[in-house]
């Protein structure tokens, strides 16, 4: 796609200046619910035309008189599966019907995929009368049988129990491990992109924010509201005070934290951090042992002593910020604790440091990560 | 009432040897015309309706539903009025024909093809155009699934323009003019016989009228039920 822009109510709704997927790639574009996620991909299937810019196809413009023989080379694979009333067979024979293959021809693929998918057994099954599950295999099946060079899937998961989810997902990967076919997903689950996604491209407000590897956008969001989306959850504003080799020292309010950067001093810079790189401590008045496992015993008052203060220490951690618990939130078999140091820090830690910790809203904790977690994204001043 | 009751026997078995069964055809072929001219008209005409969105397709469908409700008394004197051999389409000569009574049966039903064309598309999920499409459907192959996709409601839309025509009395007897062995219907006949006094052959046609509606729909409510499970 090149500089399409999207209007609807005479608002622009989705502004792309260039996004391209390679064959045998697969493209994750991950965004918050209502950002134009289904729009940009029904924009690239030309089912939406945009105001202005082009839908290309191995570079060539996809005109009004190209549209359909380019939709018979793609794939499009939505939210809910919308299955026609019509047989399981029926409906995975739908689009090779549509380009009048043979009716063998048909036979032999639909059966194929049917297996491929685990649906075999459904194939004269009414498509309205299977599970969400079985469903969503269906409409995988639909578009797979096409032999497609783009394959477009928009949230083909929202619809599913988790663990149907789960299983679907291998079952995806699998497939587009070993099939040459370019691959656009759509999706608000973060997870699902990364699993999924050779690259990743955050949409928000209808414009692609970032885009790259996926463990660089998690690593290295370039502002405020992807690293809030990413699950940077942590972001302190502050100021850097000093650098040098590649190492700068951040003030954010009281504090000092070290961090890995170039960046010059006086530059103002967002500090942002990712729960999982924050180790919870006991007050070091009670002597408790670390929250994460694997680090020795915890300093004799590292609050006290300020951030990389003590070289004796077991741990490699640079920054260590004091503060009390202030919410623990449960998520699945981790809870986040939210500490507040000035700023909030929030961790992730699991149920059983938490408990061997005996942490409680109100506990005095450390809060403590390392200069390479941190991520420096400068601002304008 | 026993009395007409018990005469309608033998007047029908009468009939039958003559005028009921040649009757009962006209009326099963000038409705069964018009039905099937209305479908032709009013599918692609509702279909269109229901797709496309334009300035004044507000004002289109309420002329639609408002057409749903014409009195076909008032259709027939428009009609009449129309072929009359003093009239703008006089030249035709179709006045008192069978065909006039197609044409004022077309205009009654027409609409009604239309209008429950129009619900029974737009109650489909919107985005079913978007995955047909999106499967590489031509419009064409597109407009065919979602009629298939919209079978019941479209079934109903059938049975409810046939049950209009089939049953209607103002417009085949104005345009047609109940003429014996040309133009007459059941319905027209059985305003003819209680014109008479003839009540029993009144009821009797009346029956029969009945039972033919009842055979047809219950053949399409069968092919609807069938739809249903699938």
Same mark, same amino acid.
Request: hydrophobic share 55%.
């Given at each position: 796609m090149r500089d399409v822009v999207v209007v609807r109510a005479a608002r622009p709704i989705l502004t792309i200046e260039s996004l391209a997927v390679a064959e045998g790639e697969t493209l994750a574009v991950v965004g918050p619910n209502g950002v134009g996620k289904s729009t940009l991909l029904l924009t690239m299937a030309t089912l939406v035309q945009p105001r202005s810019g082009h839908v290309l196809f191995r570079g060539a413009p996809v005109g009004p008189r190209e549209e359909l023989a380019y939709r018979r080379r793609i794939g499009l694979v939505l939210a809910d599966p919308l299955l026609f009333a019509a047989s399981v067979f029926d409906n995975v024979a739908s689009g090779l019907r549509f380009r009048s293959v043979p009716d063998d021809e048909v036979r032999v693929r639909v059966a194929d995929w049917l297996d491929r998918m685990g649906i075999g057994h459904l194939r004269d099954r009414p498509a309205r009368q299977i599970s969400s599950g079985e469903a969503q295999r269906v409409g995988l099946a639909r578009a797979f049988v096409l032999e497609p060079d783009l394959l477009l899937l928009d949230e083909p998961f929202a619809s599913v129990d988790a663990a149907t989810r789960a299983r679907l997902l291998d079952d995806l990967d699998d497939l587009l491990r070993t099939m040459p076919v370019a691959c656009v997903l759509v999706t608000h689950d973060l997870d699902e992109a990364v699993r999924i996604g050779d690259r990743l491209a955050v949409l928000l407000d209808g414009r692609i924010r970032q885009e790259g590897a996926p463990e660089t956008v998690l690593a290295a969001p370039v502002d405020d509201e992807v690293a809030a989306f990413v699950g940077t959850e942590t972001r302190m504003a502050g100021q850097v005070v000093a650098g040098g080799d590649g190492l700068v020292t951040v003030a954010v309010g009281s504090h000092r934290i070290d961090a890995v950067s170039t960046l010059e001093p006086g530059c103002r810079v967002l500090c942002c951090l990712r729960p999982e790189d924050v180790t919870i401590w006991a007050d070091p008045v009670t002597g408790s042992a670390p929250a994460q496992h694997g680090l020795a015993g915890a300093p004799a008052s590292l609050a006290d002593k300020g951030p990389g203060a003590d070289p004796g220490h077991a741990s490699s951690a640079r920054n260590h910020l004091p503060g009390r618990i202030t919410r623990l939130t449960? %998520?699945?078999?981790?809870?986040?604790?939210?500490? %507040?140091?000035?700023?909030?820090?929030? =961790?992730?830690?699991?149920?059983?440091? =938490?408990? %061997?910790?005996?942490?409680?809203?109100?506990?005095?904790?450390?809060?403590?990560?390392? =200069?390479?977690?941190?991520?420096?994204?400068?601002?304008?001043? | 009432m026993d009395g007409p009751i018990r005469e309608a026997t033998p007047v029908l078995q009468s009939l039958l040897g003559g005028d009921l069964l040649e009757v009962t055809l006209r009326s099963l072929v000038v409705s069964g015309t018009a039905t099937v001219i209305s479908l032709v008209i009013g599918l692609p005409l509702g279909t269109w309706l229901a797709l496309t969105?334009?300035?004044? #397709?507000?004002?289109?469908?309420?002329?639609?539903?408002?057409?749903? &409700?014409?009195?076909?008394?008032?259709?027939?004197?428009?009609?009449?009025?129309?072929? @009359? #051999?003093?009239?703008?389409?006089?030249?035709?000569?179709?006045?008192?024909?069978?065909?006039?009574?197609?044409?004022?049966?077309?205009?009654?039903?027409?609409?009604?093809?239309?209008?429950?064309?129009?619900?029974?598309?737009?109650?489909?999920?919107?985005?079913?155009?978007?995955?047909?499409?999106?499967?590489? &459907?031509? #419009?064409?192959?597109?407009?065919? @699934?979602? @009629?298939?996709?919209?079978?019941?409601?479209l079934l109903a839309a059938l049975m409810a323009a046939f049950g209009s025509v089939i049953s209607e009395v103002g417009a085949a007897m104005m345009v047609g003019g109940n003429i014996r062995h040309q133009t007459r219907v059941l319905t027209t006949s059985i305003v003819l016989e209680v014109g008479k006094g003839e009540f029993g052959a009144a009821i009797g046609l009346g029956i029969v009228l009945l039972a033919l509606a009842f055979l047809i729909n219950a053949v399409l409510t069968r092919a609807q039920q069938r739809g249903l499970h699938r």
């Open positions: 449960p %998520d699945g078999p981790l809870i986040r604790v939210t500490v %507040d140091c000035g700023v909030p820090v929030i =961790a992730s830690i699991t149920r059983e440091s =938490a408990a %061997d910790l005996q942490l409680a809203v109100g506990r005095a904790v450390i809060a403590t990560f390392k =200069a390479t977690a941190v991520h420096l994204i400068p601002r304008a001043t | 969105g334009f300035r004044s #397709r507000g004002l289109a469908l309420s002329l639609v539903n408002t057409g749903m &409700a014409l009195p076909p008394v008032v259709v027939g004197l428009f009609v009449a009025f129309m072929l @009359w #051999r003093t009239g703008p389409l006089g030249g035709l000569e179709l006045i008192y024909t069978p065909t006039a009574m197609v044409i004022a049966q077309v205009i009654i039903a027409a609409p009604i093809v239309i209008g429950l064309t129009v619900a029974a598309l737009g109650q489909l999920d919107p985005r079913l155009r978007l995955q047909l499409l999106g499967l590489g &459907a031509s #419009r064409a192959q597109m407009i065919w @699934w979602l @009629w298939k996709e919209a079978r019941l409601p």
